[in-house]
Structures are given as structure tokens and as C-alpha cells.
């Protein structure tokens, strides 16, 4: 089987979009829904792409641009809810923090998705609070009779998230202090102990830049899985202010 990855690409639109409701679902992720008649044509196919926010800079005409991945959207109802961690003080963290219901927010994208044909028996989804709304997208869109393997780092158990899926899922919560984020080793260790399933599988990873790459590392060079069978992101870089590196794999998709 080759790289089972198709590109999609859509026409580029800028939507203003209004708050219509705020909500913690854990201590430490906000979830914002938005509305407007803009969304009315939508579309994002893949569970992990992603939209740019243009977030306003007080007493500036200037903006901050973060990649957000949609959480969940519903054309009919003009919504889309996007999902915001909160460890950080980024401007995205304050402006979701302070939002209220009728705030206004201008949205780009996404410009394309990146689409797994269903072709396979199993996933294994690994990141950090981050990937949580990839993740969770992932989980709740698998069909029943697949099986899905999460491995997720978080600070604490308050973090950990529960997802209405039809699959077979088993999540793996790792607990590591906040301040250590970029450290590879509890996940290194984590799979250390995991048992592939059989059958064809796909991996999925995204996380802080160490631990996204030590485990791609880990599981291509030393346990054998398809490098075009894997999907591999830095999230952010400890450190840097929206430093990513969205593709860390060289095969490309098809188009």
C-alpha cells in the first residue's frame, strides 16, 4: 500500500465569526463556539487541520496569527467550536480566556486537508494537550470496528478528556510536570510497553518538536513501522513563540 494521504485543497476565505458561547471542558482547555453565516460553505476534512485566527492586539491595529485546529463545525447551524489550552500566556490563551459572547474574531482557512483514506485496522494518536483537539476529532469521526490507541501527556488528571466514539478505544494518559513538556522520555517509555496491534495500522504524532521527532524516531527506526504509514508534527518548540513544524515526514501525499 502506498502513503495512504490524499491533499485537498479549498478555496482561501477570511470569515468574522461571533462568540456564541465559552466553556471550560477541563481546567485548562477552553472550548469557544463560534457562529456566522460565514461558515455556511465550511469545510475541513481532515481531523487535524487547521484554520489561522487573526487575534486582536489591544491598542493596535496590528494582529497575532495562531493555527487552531476546528474541533468541531456544523454547517447547517453556521457553528464551529474551537478548543484552546490554556498552560501558556500566548495572546491566543488571554483573548479566549477574556472572550464573552459577541466577540468578534476573524478566521482564515484552512487552505487545504490532509485526508487518511479508511483503509486501516488500527491508529495510535500520541501528543500533548495541543494535539487533544486533533485527537479528539480523530476519536469521535472513527468508524466502529477500528482500534484506536491514544497516548497523551498531560500535567495533570483534571486534563484528561473523555471522547463518544464508535471505535475501539484505549487512551494512555501520562502525567509529567508542566514545565517539562519537551521531554520525550514518558512517552519513549510508554511505548516501550505497547504492544502494536496487528493488521496495517497508522500512526499519528504531534507534540513539542523533541517529543514529536523522539517518538517518530522510535517507532520507524526501531520498531519497524512505515514511515508512509506515519504522520508526523512539532506542534510548538519550547521556548519559541509559534515556532511549528507541521511536517516532520518527507514522502508527500497524492493529490
Known amino acids: ?30 472550548r469557544i463556539l463560534f ?4 461558515l455556511a460553505d465550511f469545510v475541513s476534512l481532515g481531523f487535524d487541520d487547521h484554520v489561522k485566527l487573526f487575534i486582536p492586539t489591544p491598542g493596535s491595529e496590528e494582529t497575532e496569527k495562531r493555527d487552531y485546529t476546528p474541533r468541531f463545525y456544523d454547517t447547517d447551524a453556521r457553528t464551529l467550536a474551537i478548543d484552546f489550552a490554556v498552560h501558556d500566556a500566548g495572546p491566543a490563551t488571554r483573548w479566549a480566556i477574556e472572550a464573552r459572547p459577541g466577540d468578534m ?4 482557512g484552512p487552505r487545504g486537508s490532509m485526508v487518511v483514506e479508511p483503509v486501516f485496522n488500527w491508529w495510535l494518536l500520541i ?3 495541543t494535539a487533544l483537539p486533533a485527537i479528539g476529532r480523530r476519536i469521535e469521526e472513527l ?4 482500534r484506536a490507541i491514544t497516548i497523551v501527556t498531560i500535567s495533570g488528571d483534571k486534563d484528561q478528556q473523555s471522547f463518544s466514539t464508535s471505535a475501539d478505544h484505549h487512551a494512555i494518559w501520562l502525567r509529567r510536570p508542566l514545565d517539562r513538556a519537551d521531554d520525550p522520555a514518558p512517552v519513549l517509555d510508554a511505548l516501550k510497553e505497547l504492544a ?7 500512526v499519528w504524532i504531534a507534540a513539542e518538536v523533541n517529543v514529536a521527532r523522539a517518538a517518530r524516531d522510535h517507532l520507524v527506526k526501531e520498531r519497524g513501522h512505515p514511515l508512509y504509514w506515519t504522520k508526523t508534527a512539532g506542534y510548538w518548540r519550547k521556548g519559541v ?3 511549528q513544524e507541521k511536517s516532520m515526514d518527507e514522502p508527500a501525499p497524492t493529490e
Open 241 to 243: 513563540a509559534d515556532a
Open 105 to 108: 474574531l476573524e478566521i482564515g
Open 196 to 202: 502494536l496491534p496487528q493488521g496495517d495500522g497508522f
Open 127 to 129: 501528543g500533548d494537550e
Open 35 to 38: 457562529e456566522g453565516d460565514d
Open 143 to 146: 468508524p466502529a470496528g477500528v
Open 1 to 30: 500500500m502506498e502513503r495512504p494521504l490524499t491533499r485537498h485543497r479549498h478555496e482561501l476565505k477570511f470569515r468574522q465569526l461571533t462568540v456564541k458561547e465559552t466553556s471550560y471542558i477541563t481546567p485548562n482547555m477552553i
